[in-house]
């Protein structure tokens, strides 16, 4: 679950401008060319990663972008449609969506050298799913039997679940070596969609090396994907380079790509029109306005419907009980003029969120939030007195500042103060880091903003990481039994059709409980400088770097 930063616009226009005229429309995806080479360097922009670069402890796109290049797994997705394909996995079979066997393919090795083994897919996920070990993604494994065995409860201290407690067991009992090349999956329920799972990157392998020095490894990971990492200079860059030995059939053409850190979405488009940054995924609002980016960069710009989704959510009633009641958050969403901010912000390259699901997944259904995603003023504003307003002094919309947020949450807080007369803040947080730190130590109150890139294609990963009870995505704490016993339900169906209609009855609950906001559905925007050819947009919204070469 990638909790993503990429909302590319940023911008020299004020939230006064909210109101003020614009135009233009998105562009699509070129073609490659066929100047390609194979070699070279490339700069592409970065942002500082939340924790060491450890798969199971990734949660986010900062470290995630680079934890995709470093490490395959048993399945990639593919980079146009984002079907499952087979990777390191020669073969995930079940007959009856409970006990799956796992074969891999020869001649995989670590970049270190050694071999992958089943053993390191196994040994990596009980790592995962061990409550002591705090991985952020450790809940992936919960399907898996046994998950209950390796958690921590009955502590008194919430900061620290696994204090004074040691649980039942290390490792998961639903997993088994069978031989170096196959394991076994049994979970505790049917899951229908588990080997669709398995390419995201909490499933990933780790080296014995891993096991000897954790701490140490999430600063130079040791990975098995067609890229190495050869070094992370903290707040600067993060350098890879093509891994010799990479035995899989999704390798790049160029040999080494640097991540670029950027404080900002304009400095980084500022440099790539200076040819001093190959590629930015983030393009200024400044530069959307008339589409000027078409202008600046001709040919060398990209647009793709992705499966991300931009959201704001409300902070756990423990941390702020002032926005405790549905009906308030209601009120505010129905305050949010979401085609407007689209229009003059984004310049339309945003579609308005009616759900939180993506209507790029197999099972996303329009206009379930209803009239709550829908502006209306005079309707947002009775309600908010129906729910006796707000009690604080103003409510605040958090953001973090190294990214192109400031501009759309000054517009929405904006629209929320002219609908319901109450005073709306929008409020910057130095980086990222920082910004999710303080979310996951439950320090941030009112509202702030999250967003959510799919972690593989399905409507239960827009649902379940993040709005299931206790799982670690669930950064507003919501927690509904009906909700959980939905997606426990769906999770077991094995007619797709009679699945998706499950969590379709989820998501309809989130609407009365309004958890999150929904803004609006992601498309990505890219440009690039004239010493690259075969800039392509993934299903995810990220550069495909199999197709990038250099001139």
């Not at 990734?58 to 449609?81: M, Q």
């Not at 993060?238 to 040999?255: C, M, N, P, Q």
Request: hydrophobic content about 35%; aromatic content about 10%.
């Amino acid at each position: 679950m990638r909790g993503t930063t990429r909302t590319v616009a940023v911008a020299a226009m004020s939230a006064v401008a909210l109101l003020a005229a614009g135009c233009g429309s998105g562009g699509s995806e070129p073609e490659a060319t066929t100047e390609a080479k194979t070699g070279g360097e490339i700069t592409v922009r970065g942002c500082n990663p939340e924790n060491p670069l450890v798969p199971s402890n990734t949660t986010e796109t900062c470290g995630g972008n680079v934890i995709d290049a470093v490490f395959s797994k048993l399945v990639h997705y593919n980079a146009e449609t984002a079907k499952p394909e087979m990777e390191i996995a020669e073969s995930i079979e079940t007959t009856d969506n409970q006990n799956f066997t796992v074969k891999l393919k020869s001649g995989w090795k670590f970049h270190d050298g050694t071999d992958i083994k089943a053993k390191n897919f196994v040994d990596a996920w009980n790592y995962a799913a061990y409550g002591p070990n705090a991985q952020s993604s450790g809940y992936f494994m919960e399907p898996i039997e046994g998950f209950g065995d390796t958690q921590c409860a009955g502590t008194a201290n919430p900061d620290d679940p696994c204090e004074g407690f040691t649980p039942k067991s290390e490792t998961l009992s639903g997993l088994a070596v069978v031989d170096d090349t196959t394991f076994t999956i049994k979970t505790t329920e049917k899951v229908a969609n588990l080997p669709v799972r398995l390419g995201y990157s909490a499933f990933a392998p780790l080296p014995d090396a891993f096991f000897a020095d954790p701490a140490a490894f999430g600063d130079k990971p040791i990975g098995s994907g067609p890229y190495k990492l050869d070094s992370w200079t903290k707040e600067q860059s993060i350098e890879l380079s093509k891994f010799a030995d990479y035995a899989g059939d999704f390798g790049g053409k160029v040999d080494k790509i640097s991540f670029k850190i950027y404080q900002d979405a304009d400095s980084a488009y500022n440099d790539v029109l200076a040819n001093n940054l190959d590629i930015t995924d983030e393009i200024p609002a400044s530069a959307l306005i008339d589409d000027k980016y078409k202008t600046d960069l001709p040919d060398r710009n990209a647009q793709k419907e992705t499966g991300v989704i931009q959201t704001v959510t409300v902070a756990p009633v423990k941390v702020d009980p002032d926005l405790a009641d549905p009906k308030l958050r209601q009120a505010i969403s129905m305050a949010i003029d979401r085609e407007t901010i689209i229009k003059q912000i984004f310049n339309n390259t945003r579609v308005p969120a009616t759900g939180w699901v993506s209507p790029v997944v197999d099972g996303y259904k329009a206009d379930v939030c209803g009239e709550y995603c829908v502006y209306d003023a005079a309707k947002a504003k009775a309600l908010y007195d129906e729910a006796g307003g707000f009690k604080g002094d103003k409510i605040t919309l958090s953001y973090n500042a190294d990214a192109a947020h400031k501009e759309w949450t000054e517009a929405t807080c904006n629209s929320i103060k002219q609908a319901l007369g109450v005073e709306c803040v929008a409020t910057g947080v130095v980086d990222f880091a920082t910004f999710r730190t303080e979310i996951g130590e439950r320090k941030m109150k009112g509202l702030f903003r999250t967003g959510w890139q799919m972690d593989y294609p399905s409507i239960e990963n827009f649902l379940a990481p993040i709005f299931a009870t206790g799982s670690s995505s669930n950064d507003g704490d919501y927690s509904n039994p009906a909700f959980d016993k939905l997606l426990t339900e769906a999770a077991a169906e094995t007619d797709a059709a009679a699945s998706n209609a499950k969590y379709q009855e989820a998501e309809a609950l989130l609407t009365q409980d309004m958890p999150s906001i929904p803004m609006w559905y992601g498309k990505t925007t890219m440009g690039w400088s004239d010493k690259v050819t075969g800039v392509k947009i993934t299903a995810f919204g990220t550069i495909d770097f199999s197709s990038v070469s250099v001139k």
